[in-house]
Each structure stands twice: as C-alpha cells, then as structure tokens.
C-alpha cells in the first residue's frame, strides 16, 4: 500500500531529526520530496521556523499501526507529547494512504489539515509528479 506522509522539525539541528526519522522508516520509503523552510503555521509567537518534507511509503500495516510506527520514531526522537501548537524535534503525520478515507478519533485520512497547509499540497504534487517522470 502507498502512504504519504509529512515530515516537519522545528527544534534543535531539524535537517538531523528529518534524517534519522527517513532512516528509522527506510524499510518503507520510497521517495523523498525536496526539504523546505516554512514559516510555523498555528504556533505562539516567536515559534522557530520549520523544516518540511513528504515521503512516500510502501508498506502493509493497515493505516492504524502505521500511525503507531510513526509515535515510536517521534518518541525515539525526543518528542514529547502530542499536543497541538507545540515546537516539536520531529513531527510525522499520514497524509493520504492508497484512497482510504477515514475518521476516528485517533487518525483523519487523508490529514485533516493538508488542505489548510499549502505548501505540504505542493510538496505532495512535486514528489507524485517527479515518480511519474521516473517511471
């Protein structure tokens, strides 16, 4: 199954914690869209900026233990706690799996948020149409 998920840091070396998150999930990536710097969206004020990056999974954990798999790297990487509006050492969200689309109260598919956050839509578009070239 395909998923795309979101990679963002805003804490500490951020281009250190994107690359150990890839590297903890290698088994499953299979492309990685180009690093970008954005201005934090929804932060208090003086948040620092983030580090954002979408990856492509291959993978056959239903969409629930893949959730559970990206909260273990984040906790390997320091992050604590799961609130909103946090700065973070390293964020991993679903973006889309294949074409589910589902609501619990754990987990929205696609993100609830992709459409609100351009500049993942972008980096989403980029990296399908890069694999389309490629193929």
Known sequence: M???ISLGSNLGDRMLYIRKALDL???????VSPVIETA???MPAGAS????AVAE????L???????LLESVEEKLGRSGKGECQSRTI???????????????RLTIPHHKLKKREFLCQLLRKLKKEKVKAN
């Open 57 to 60: 999974l291959d993978t056959d």
């Open 2 to 4: 395909k998923a795309y």
């Open 62 to 68: 239903p969409p629930d233990k893949l959730l559970d």
């Open 91 to 105: 964020d991993l969200d679903i973006l889309q799996y294949e074409d589910v689309e589902q609501t619990t109260p």
């Open 40 to 42: 934090p969206v929804d």
């Open 49 to 52: 900026r983030f580090l954002n």
């Open 25 to 31: 999930l290698s088994p499953y990536v299979k492309a």
